[in-house]
C-alpha cells in the first residue's frame, strides 16, 4: 500500500489540476462572452445612433426626430416563414404601445422589394415604416447572418436582440417594453 501512495497521490494531484485548470479556463471564457456581448451590445447602440433611413414613402427616418422611447428594428424577407409568423405579435405590440413605440421594418428581398413589402403590408396590416435593403448594406452593419433579426431599444439603449422568430407579445418582451416605459416616465 506504501508503494501505491506515492502514485496515487501523483494522480490525484493532476487530475486536481486539470479540474482548476478547466474552471479557470471556464470563468475566463465567460468573462470573455461576456465582454463580446457587451461590445456588441454598444456596436448596435452605436449604429443605431447613426442611422438615416429612407422608407419606400420617401419619408427619413433618424434616432434623433423619434419622439417615441421604444424601437423596434425589425429585419425581414418576404421568403422567411418565421418572419411572416411574427408579424402578428409584431403589429399587436405597436397597437398595445401606440404613441410610446416605433416599429421600422427593414425588408432583405432582393427582387422586386417594393412591390414584397406592399404586399406583405397588406397582407398582414404593417401600418409601419418600412426600408427596403435589397443589397444588404443595412443588414451587413448591424450583422444580420439570417432573417428575421430584431433589435429592442429604450431611448437609444439595446434591451433586447433576437436573431430567430419570436412573439413580441411574450411576457419576456412585455416585461422588457414595460420596463422602459416605466423608466421614460419624468
Known amino acids: 500500500m506504501k508503494k501505491l501512495l506515492p502514485p496515487l497521490i501523483l494522480v490525484m494531484s493532476f487530475f486536481g489540476f486539470l479540474a482548476v485548470q478547466s474552471i479557470w ?3 475566463r471564457s465567460n ?7 457587451n461590445s456588441k451590445d454598444q456596436m448596435f ?3 443605431y445612433q447613426e442611422l438615416k433611413l429612407t422608407t419606400i414613402d420617401k419619408a427619413v427616418i433618424e434616432p434623433k426626430s423619434l419622439t417615441t422611447p421604444i424601437v423596434v428594428i425589425n429585419f425581414w424577407a418576404s421568403w422567411c416563414l418565421p418572419c411572416l409568423k411574427e408579424f402578428p405579435s ?3 405590440l405597436k397597437n ?4 410610446s413605440i416605433t416599429v421600422i421594418g427593414i425588408n432583405g428581398d432582393e427582387e422586386e ?3 414584397s413589402v406592399e404586399k406583405m403590408k397588406s397582407k398582414f396590416k404593417l401600418d409601419f415604416p418600412h426600408v427596403i435593403d435589397p443589397d444588404s448594406a443595412i443588414s451587413d452593419k448591424f450583422l444580420v447572418t439570417s432573417y428575421p433579426f430584431s433589435l429592442i431599444y429604450v431611448k437609444g439603449k439595446l434591451v433586447h436582440t433576437s436573431m430567430k422568430g419570436i412573439d413580441f407579445m411574450s411576457d419576456e418582451i412585455l416585461k422588457k417594453i414595460e420596463s422602459g416605459l416605466k423608466d421614460n416616465k419624468p
Request: charge should be negative.
Open 96 to 99: 398595445k404601445y401606440q404613441g
Open 25 to 27: 479556463d471556464m470563468s
Open 113 to 115: 422589394p417594393t412591390k
Open 45 to 47: 447602440e452605436s449604429l
Open 31 to 37: 468573462a470573455q462572452n461576456v465582454n463580446a456581448e
Open 90 to 92: 409584431l403589429v399587436e
